[in-house]
T-cell receptor
Framework: NAGVTQTPKFRVLKTGQSMTLLCAQD?????MYWYRQDPGMGLRLIHY???????AKGEVPDGYNVSRLKKQNFLLGLESAAPSQTSVYFC??????????FGQGTRLTVV | AQTVTQSQPEMSVQEAETVTLSCTYD???????LFWYKQPPSRQMILVIR??????QNATENRFSVNFQKAAKSFSLKISDSQLGDTAMYFC????????????FGKGITLSVRP
C-alpha cells in the first residue's frame, strides 16, 4: 500500500519556468491538500479539493493552480516560478474522520 | 477562521525525562478534531495522536498523551520517557467537524532529546 506519493522529490527551477507537482493516493480519499512548509511558518495551505472535479483556495494560493481530474490525483502547477516559491511542498489526503496522510514532500528551489 | 498557536519555537529534554509541548487554538465551533504530528529529519509527517473535542477523556498512545482543556482551548502533548528518536519537529493541528473543513497547522516546535 503506497499511501500518498509525490513526484518529483527534488527540483530546481529557473525563475519564470513552469512545472507540475503530482500527488497520487491509493486510499480512495475524497479530500486532498497541498501545503508549503517554510522555516518558522509551519505548514500553510495552498489549495485543496473535497472531491473529484472540485478545487478551492487555501491560505496562500497566489502563483499556484491545481486540478483534480481524477479522484486519486491532485496536481499543483506553478505557471511562472518565482524565488519566493522556494519551499518544501507537501500533499496530503484524508479520511472523513480527519486523519491526514502525507506524502514525502518535494523540495523545490527556484533560482 | 481557526488559528493554532505554538508559542515555543524550541525545547530540549534529557533522555528518559518527560516533556510537555504547548498548543492553543481559537475556534467558535463546539465539535472539532485536534492532532499532533511529528516531523523527524526524514521530513515525513507522522500522526502522533488525535483528540475529538466531544470526548472528555484525554487521548493516550503509549508514551504520548495529551492534556485537552476545551474551555481554555488548550491541547498540550506530553512525552514520557523521552527517547533519542523523539527528536523532531512537532506540529499541532486543528480541523473543524464540517465535511469540508480544512486542516490548520501551528508553526511547530523543534524538540531535541539530549543523551
Amino acid at each position: 500500500n503506497a499511501g500518498v506519493t509525490q513526484t518529483p522529490k527534488f527540483r530546481v527551477l529557473k525563475t519564470g519556468q513552469s512545472m507540475t507537482l503530482l500527488c497520487a493516493q491509493d486510499m480512495n480519499h475524497e479530500y486532498m491538500y497541498w501545503y508549503r512548509q517554510d522555516p518558522g511558518m509551519g505548514l500553510r495551505l495552498i489549495h485543496y479539493s473535497v472531491g473529484e472535479g472540485t478545487t478551492a483556495k487555501g491560505e496562500v494560493p497566489d502563483g499556484y493552480n491545481v486540478s483534480r481530474l481524477k479522484k486519486q490525483n491532485f496536481l499543483l502547477g506553478l505557471e511562472s516560478a518565482a524565488p519566493s516559491q522556494t519551499s518544501v511542498y507537501f500533499c496530503a489526503s484524508r479520511t472523513g474522520r480527519g486523519e491526514a496522510f502525507f506524502g514525502q514532500g518535494t523540495r523545490l528551489t527556484v533560482v | 477562521a481557526q488559528t493554532v498557536t505554538q508559542s515555543q519555537p524550541e525545547m530540549s529534554v534529557q533522555e528518559a525525562e518527560t516533556v510537555t509541548l504547548s498548543c492553543t487554538y481559537d475556534t467558535s465551533e463546539n465539535n472539532y478534531y485536534l492532532f499532533w504530528y511529528k516531523q523527524p529529519p526524514s521530513r515525513q509527517m507522522i500522526l502522533v495522536i488525535r483528540q475529538e473535542a466531544y470526548k472528555q477523556q484525554n487521548a493516550t498512545e503509549n508514551r504520548f498523551s495529551v492534556n485537552f482543556q476545551k474551555a481554555a482551548k488548550s491541547f498540550s502533548l506530553k512525552i514520557s520517557d523521552s527517547q533519542l528518536g523523539d527528536t523532531a519537529m512537532y506540529f499541532c493541528a486543528f480541523r473543524g467537524s464540517g465535511a469540508n473543513s480544512k486542516l490548520t497547522f501551528g508553526k511547530g516546535i523543534t524538540l531535541s532529546v539530549r543523551p
